[in-house]
């Protein structure tokens, strides 16, 4: 039967790709979130933070953009340049953010593992290493999305979070 087969597929390579990738979804209580300011403009705020969990210690620079008005959902979303693409030189959300929280989304955006404010001092070489052994940088990012969409569904109690990717994100 193939509907037989094709379970026996997903289950043989969810587990292969889990293995590769060797990301998994933390635990609500093992997201820490850190503060670093709040700045509030007509209509909505910007929360800059934070986002790491507690055995991992991974930490993912984020933008929290909440509407004036009640939350009605959240979406997460991830440029290849990082937060700073998504914004103009006055600090300004791009059109997708802005309509989105037009329509009452709260929105994050983050900086994955080796782009924006999460690369490290001595730039992207430093991230050039054998993939025999050490996790991607790929596998870096996806672990960064899922820990943050973690975040972003605590945060807002929301059951679902949507993930808008821009560019190769």
């Known amino acids: 039967d193939a509907t037989k ?3 026996k597929f997903r289950k043989t390579a969810n587990a292969a790709f889990r293995a590769m990738i060797g990301a998994s ?3 609500p209580a093992d997201i820490v979130e850190t503060p670093l300011g709040m ?3 007509q209509g909505y705020s910007v929360n800059r933070i934070i986002v790491g969990t507690s055995d991992r210690g991974d930490r993912v ?3 929290v953009y909440e ?3 009640k939350s009605r959902g959240a979406v997460l979303v991830v440029h290849p340049g990082g937060s700073d693409r998504l914004i103009d030189d006055d600090g300004n959300p791009s ?3 802005g309509g989105l929280l037009e329509q009452g989304q709260t929105v994050m955006t983050i900086d994955t593992f080796g782009t924006g404010d999460s690369i490290s001092e001595a730039g992207d070489s430093a991230l050039q290493y054998s993939t025999t ?3 991607t940088k790929t596998a870096y990012r996806i672990q960064d999305i899922i820990t943050s969409v973690t ?3 605590e945060r807002t109690g929301a059951s679902t979070v949507g993930v808008i990717g821009t560019g190769d994100a």
């Open 133 to 135: 052994y050490n996790h």
């Open 95 to 97: 059109p997708v953010i």
């Open 39 to 41: 700045t509030r403009k």
């Open 151 to 153: 975040s972003l569904r």
């Open 61 to 63: 620079p984020a933008l």
């Open 25 to 27: 979804v933390p635990a």
């Open 5 to 7: 087969e094709l379970r």
């Open 67 to 69: 509407p004036g008005k």
